[in-house]
Nanobody
Framework: QVQLVESGGGLVQPGGSLRLSCAAS????????ISWYRQAPGKERELVAG????????NYADPVKGRFTISRDNAKNTVYLQMNSLKPEDTAVYYC????????WGQGTQVTVSS
């Protein structure tokens, strides 16, 4: 069955960096686009970034443009989210998502940006 497992979250100071990973299994990974979403307390889940199946096309939400980079390694069935210049408002649970007819979500990884 489809599995998405996020990792790499943690506590970081403002201005710091983290790299999130999303390890996938149970489907033909290289055939599907993958997205990262986040959900802050009391807010709706929002799109952060997306990447095409081969990795040649990416898109970013305006608040993270220029600071976050999404990438993928199809040999490792993994998508990454490199997050630089982190701000307190980036604090959220980060999820990866596969859309294959229906949407599949991982369990999420907590990112907390605080001094």
């Amino acid at each position: 069955q489809v599995q998405l497992v996020e990792s790499g979250g943690g506590l970081v100071q403002p201005g710091g960096s983290l790299r999130l990973s999303c390890a996938a299994s149970g489907f033909s990974f290289s055939s599907y686009a993958i997205s990262w979403y986040r959900q802050a307390p009391g807010k709706e889940r929002e799109l952060v970034a997306g990447i095409s199946s081969a990795g040649g096309s990416t898109n970013y939400a305006d608040p993270v443009k220029g600071r976050f980079t999404i990438s993928r390694d199809n040999a490792k069935n993994t998508v990454y989210l490199q997050m630089n210049s982190l701000k307190p408002e980036d604090t959220a649970v980060y999820y990866c998502k596969l859309r294959r007819g229906v949407s599949y979500w991982g369990q999420g990884t907590q990112v907390t940006v605080s001094s």
